[in-house]
């Protein structure tokens, strides 16, 4: 689908209801990607997940969204709600830009719940028209029965410290006070780092540091993007998605356009000036298609959610008027200072059925599957069609090995490399579990210690074929059902 100039910054009610008709009709011709049980907009472009929160047995999910076309625009908010990752409410458009400072879009953001009163802390973009940010404003809005209401300045654009590259708000609770924490260019260096703002009330925030790099020559690239910074088992975990921190020449890491990296923090000090990370920043996921994650604290977990697309991609669904979806939600733990990823596990308890425990090196599928197995030495498995069209994965002596470039509509940009992670866990069983569904795969490997969160477009896939035989349990996985 081609740009459609005319509605590009138009808000989402002022659009003609003939582009929302056509695009409606295009994604209802994509027999192959649409995804099943994955969060996807009606159409246009879905990015970062935000405003998470888990409040009375329900999960508010928000998601930045520009309608209709499949291509970044003006950035609204919609939003679902769900009690079991089946039955879903879609409750529509959550943010429209219609404040003074969000003139060119509703940036990403976070919900923060204070037992009385639940805000949500978010980007108002502003640019030149030509696409130059001029500065970005971190607000406040009021989160009062499924809807976001009253707007206003939290924290204004500092232009002293910081380029018009601010953005991302987050609350953190740290020795009895509340922080807000979001991404910034700093001004000095034009480098990335961590601003600190402790509350005093709920839309007036004072400036106490900004956070950059201890470990020498590490800038951790040029901005810190969707911070997250979390309290696990008394380690401090931060992650980011860093713009401009990529490395060609390592096969293992950092092999993105942008990345998402995360370290352990020794401490966390809102006097000091250093992120005092434990190691430098790291790759969180191996795969294609893994951005803005975002966390969120649900029955003592901490669960995560990631934008199940990247940056500067367009994908073969693009001729079907849609752009990307949510991962499914994972829980987060920490051994020995490195990061577990599972499925979320009232995800799984209650999006799985029909379980088989099956010994073969063929499985059939239809869209989408679940398949769990402990992995005994090496193998390979590949999704595929009758045209010999596929991913494939492979798991030899010291890596895995993630390669889409046989798939059926490729995907152009100067990162589609073949992907490598080194095993962490070899030379005895581990747990191997994947979600596929239309276009995707959530792969976790190594005891959950690596993951590739990956897009493929493989036309009427039908079938996964190992290379070996495997004892495997094999699920069905309900599909979503929109309310």
């Known amino acids: 689908m081609k740009r459609i100039k005319e509605i590009q910054w138009k808000k989402w009610f002022d659009i003609d ?99 009385d009163t639940v805000k949500i802390y978010y980007t108002g973009n502003m640019e030149d028209g030509k696409g130059n940010m001029t500065e970005e404003v971190q607000l406040v809005a009021d989160f009062e029965d499924g809807k976001i209401i009253n707007k206003r300045i939290a924290v204004p654009w500092d232009s002293e410290k910081f380029t018009p590259h601010a953005r991302d708000p987050k609350i953190f609770d740290h020795n009895g006070k509340k922080y807000m924490i979001f991404g910034v260019r700093t001004k000095d260096d034009d480098q990335g780092g961590l601003a600190i703002y402790e509350m005093k009330d709920y839309d007036k925030f004072e400036y106490k540091t900004i956070l950059k ?65 434990k190691f430098p920043l790291i790759t969180m996921d191996y795969g294609y298609d893994w951005y803005a994650p975002q966390t969120y604290w649900a029955n003592n977990k901490l669960v995560v959610y990631g934008w199940f697309g990247i940056c500067d991609v367009q994908y073969p669904t693009d001729e079907y008027s849609w752009h990307s979806m949510l991962t499914i939600p994972r829980e987060m733990t920490i051994e020995n200072d490195l990061l577990v990823q599972k499925p979320y596990e009232e995800f799984s308890k209650n999006t799985l059925f029909n379980k088989k425990n099956i010994k073969t090196n063929i499985v059939n599928i239809n869209k989408a599957k679940h398949i769990k197995f402990n992995l005994e030495g090496n193998t390979e498995f590949k999704i595929i069609n009758d045209e010999n069209e596929y991913l494939v994965v492979i798991f030899n002596d010291d890596e895995i090995i993630m390669d889409r470039s046989k798939q059926t509509s490729q995907v152009s940009w100067d990162f589609e490399t073949t992907r490598y992670a080194k095993r962490k866990v070899k030379n005895k069983s581990q747990v191997i579990e994947m979600f596929i569904d239309s276009s995707s795969i959530e792969l976790f490997a190594d005891d959950y210690k690596t993951v590739f969160t990956s897009r493929f477009f493989v036309k009427n896939f039908n079938r996964i074929e190992f290379s070996n035989e495997q004892d495997l349990e094999v699920s069905d996985i309900k599909p979503i059902i929109y309310k």
């Open 17 to 115: 209801k003939k582009y929302y008709d056509q695009a409606n009709e295009l994604v209802k011709k994509d027999i192959y990607y649409r995804p099943t049980y994955h969060i996807a907009s009606p159409n246009g472009l879905v990015n970062d997940p935000n405003g998470l929160l888990f409040k009375d047995g329900v999960h508010h999910i928000h998601y930045q969204w520009s309608p209709v076309e499949p291509y970044h625009g003006f950035k609204h908010w919609r939003y679902v709600t769900t009690k079991n990752f089946v039955d879903y409410e879609d409750k529509g458009v959550s943010v429209t830009p219609d404040h003074e400072k969000e003139l060119f879009g509703a940036f990403s953001g976070s919900a923060y719940d204070f037992g």
């Open 213 to 277: 790099p201890s470990l020498k020559d590490n800038t951790y690239g040029y901005m810190w993007e969707c911070p997250n910074l979390d309290v696990i088992n008394d380690k401090y975990l931060f992650f980011i998605s860093a713009e401009g921190y990529f490395d060609k020449n390592n096969k293992y890491e950092l092999n993105g356009s942008r990345n998402v990296v995360y370290t352990i923090l020794d401490k966390f000090d809102v006097e000091a000036k250093e992120l005092n990370e």
